[in-house]
Nanobody, 121 residues
Framework: QVQLVESGGGLVQAGGSLRLSCAAS????????MAWYRQAPGKQRELAAI???????NYGDSVKGRFTISRDNAKNTVYLQMNSLKPEDTAVYYC???????????????WGQGTQVTVSS
């Protein structure tokens, strides 16, 4: 089994910064992609940022230029540095990982439990 454990959410004023972390643990051979999604009240879950094992990144349009995703492959950990936060960034942020658990089993998708980010105006 694989677990994703997130940390770093909280309450911050508009213009402030937060850093989210997500560590994957369990039976892991490789993690081709790790990502952060977010879901605001009454809205669909949306991609915030995604990173591949070789460091390629992609961002949702609403966070480009303000958020930075990074990862430490040795620690199976992904980070999301969020700067210039806006009230509309308020959401539950979920860690997502596509994990290869063995050399004979295909990829499986896992989700973290979510961490609340609240940006006050």
């Amino acid at each position: 089994q694989v677990q994703l454990v997130e940390s770093g959410g909280g309450l911050v004023q508009a213009g402030g910064s937060l850093r989210l972390s997500c560590a994957a643990s369990g039976s892991i051979v490789g993690i081709p992609t790790m990502a952060w999604y977010r879901q605001a009240p009454g809205k669909q879950r949306e991609l915030a940022a995604i990173i591949t094992s070789d460091g390629s990144t992609n961002y949702g349009d609403s966070v480009k230029g303000r958020f930075t995703i990074s990862r430490d492959n040795a620690k199976n950990t992904v980070y999301l540095q969020m700067n210039s936060l806006k009230p509309e960034d308020t959401a539950v942020y979920y860690c997502n990982a596509l994990v290869k658990r063995s050399f004979i089993i295909g990829l499986n998708e896992y989700w973290g439990q979510g961490t609340q980010v609240t940006v006050s105006s």
